[in-house]
Nanobody, 126 residues
Framework: EVQLQASGGGLVQPGGSLRLSCAGSGFTFDDYAIGWFRQAPGKEREGVGYLKSSTGLTFYPAAVKGRFALFRDSAKDTVDLQMNNLKPEDTAVYYC???????????????????WGRGTLVTVSS
């Protein structure tokens, strides 16, 4: 059974940092790409990063580029989302998901992912 689980959320002050982890079971990370998404209350789910770990291909939207970074942690067997210089508008539930493919086309479309983990809440507030 394929399972993903996002963890590491919490309350952080503006300007602070947080690292989220995506753990998976029932599949091999290197065979898939991992996308991180977030959803704030009343808003649509939006992509915040994509990583194809076997090639190192990444994508980030303008809203988080330079602040967020995805990387594969082989020791923990996770795909982590490092978030720096957090802003109140980053407050959301964060999810990780997997998909096949290697080029990352339309990586930001949730429908292109076939398995999702339960989210973890990130609150950026003073």
């Amino acid at each position: 059974e394929v399972q993903l689980q996002a963890s590491g959320g919490g309350l952080v002050q503006p300007g602070g940092s947080l690292r989220l982890s995506c753990a998976g079971s029932g599949f091999t990370f290197d065979d898939y790409a991992i996308g991180w998404f977030r959803q704030a209350p009343g808003k649509e789910r939006e992509g915040v990063g994509y990583l194809k770990s076997s090639t190192g291909l990444t994508f980030y939207p303008a809203a988080v580029k330079g602040r967020f970074a995805l990387f594969r942690d082989s020791a923990k067997d996770t795909v982590d989302l490092q978030m720096n210089n957090l802003k109140p508008e980053d407050t959301a539930v964060y999810y990780c998901a997997r998909r096949l493919g290697s080029r990352g086309s339309s990586w930001y479309l949730p429908l292109t992912y076939d398995s999702w983990g339960r989210g973890t809440l990130v609150t950026v507030s003073s």
